[in-house]
């Protein structure tokens, strides 16, 4: 019976299906019993496949499918690629929400091919949705990802005098309190000295600042989040981090309280209790500095010439959402709800904290700049970087062993190749 065809099945329905139609209820349900045995259908499967038979006039013919026509022109893939690529190439979804900024900004610096921008290309970017952005581009995105390492020291002295802040709870509903964190540029080993970038991510509006410090010392760690201060649109009123002894120290204590800053930590090995700028980790600095080794002064002042292009772009340009609470699903578990996309500067502005000084400067900012220009600087620094950092790395990684590497990242030697394939060619 479990080895019948389809076509088979179809048979039997279709020899029996005027007897059925014919057939009074008792009969019928006879009829459905010894179907369903012979069939193995269930009882409804079956009687739907009798009226099917029942009302099929003639041999089953089967359908040419007509393939629907294409909805977006070579054009229009063209300008989005181009779209894409000058707006540091975001999510879909991202891109979809920051087209109505990006294509009249590049419009008006004359930055797309104009020989493909007209009315129609133009209402096509502006109308096209995330997921289809998302399987347009597919063909000419590359997944391809590096793993980082951690080099995270707990500075337990000093921790018990912190609070403790945990994923999950309630989220600020002001700009000013911030989650900070240290990325390490250390190539494939610990090993020596390296440049840390420091990242500081606003947990309301999503507004993130980087800064590039020569090591993990207190000094330079308070020098970059005095300059973080500084800059950032808002004042600063709390401040949120791991339990990295660069953050869990007298100084730094020290220099929140004078600022009377709310200080709270994250529990230990709970990366997600700092969601926000540990995605800030991936999605700012390893995207445009890469996993390659920096460990020398024209590389510091490389990437912190990087960085406030990237602080530009990233928070007047590109759009973020913001988890805004919780709901459940039909299954009954929480799941987040976030709102619309929208970027950090247009957050900063609806939360109505900046002076009119400060609004009129950012203003003047977003209007001045050409993004494409961002982009392109960027890329110049970048292309520098991998020219000084490309063979000093591949040589380090050449020069110490796989069970080296694999200690240095928790894993097993053989794992090794599976876990572990640094390409920095990209």
Request: with cysteine; net charge positive.
């Amino acid at each position: 019976m479990g080895q019948l065809s389809m076509g088979a099945r179809r048979e039997i329905t279709k020899k029996h299906a005027a007897e059925y139609g014919r057939a009074s209820k008792k009969a019928k349900g006879v009829m459905l019993d010894q179907l369903v045995a012979t069939t193995g259908w269930s009882r409804a499967n079956t009687r739907r496949a009798l009226r099917t038979a029942l009302q099929r006039k003639g041999p089953v013919k089967a359908v040419k499918r007509v393939p629907r026509s294409r909805s977006y022109g070579y054009d229009t893939l063209k300008l989005l690629v181009q779209v894409w690529n000058l707006a540091g190439r975001p999510s879909g979804k991202y891109l979809a929400a920051t087209m109505a900024i990006w294509l009249p900004k590049l419009e008006r610096f004359h930055e797309l091919d104009q020989r493909r921008l007209n009315e129609q290309t133009r209402a096509q970017l502006l109308a096209v949705s995330g997921a289809t952005i998302d399987r347009m581009l597919k063909p000419t995105k590359d997944g391809a990802r590096i793993l980082g390492l951690s080099g995270t020291k707990p500075g337990p002295l000093l921790r018990n005098s912190i609070q403790v802040r945990k994923a999950g709870d309630e989220h600020e509903q002001a700009p000013g309190f911030v989650e900070a964190d240290l990325v390490l540029h250390c190539g494939p080993t610990l090993a020596g000295e390296f440049i840390r970038s420091l990242t500081v991510t606003d947990v309301f509006t999503g507004w993130t600042e980087n800064i590039a410090i020569k090591n993990g010392a207190h000094r330079w760690v308070l020098e970059a989040m005095t300059g973080i201060e500084a800059r950032l649109p808002f004042p600063l009123v709390g401040l949120d981090t791991d339990n990295g002894g660069e953050f869990i120290n007298h100084a730094l204590i020290k220099w929140a309280g004078e600022r009377d800053l709310f200080f709270t930590r994250a529990r230990p090995y709970k990366s997600n209790d700092n969601a926000h700028v540990e995605q800030k980790n991936g999605d700012v600095v390893r995207r445009h500095a890469f996993h390659y080794r920096y460990d020398t002064a024209g590389e510091l002042r490389l990437l912190n010439e990087l960085y406030p292009l990237v602080r530009v772009r990233l928070n007047m340009f590109t759009a973020t959402t913001k988890a805004i609470g919780w709901r459940s699903n039909r299954n009954g578990r929480k799941t987040r709800i976030y709102d619309r996309p929208r970027t950090p500067y247009q957050r900063v502005m609806d939360s109505a904290v900046l002076t009119p000084e400060r609004a009129s400067e950012f203003a003047r900012l977003f209007n001045d700049t050409n993004p494409a220009e961002l982009t392109r600087a960027i890329t110049a620094i970048q292309h520098k970087l991998i020219a000084l950092a490309k063979d000093k790395t591949n040589a380090i990684t050449a020069g110490i062993s796989r069970a080296e590497i694999a200690e240095a990242l928790r894993i097993q030697p053989q794992d090794y190749d599976a876990k572990l394939r640094f390409d920095f060619s990209s």
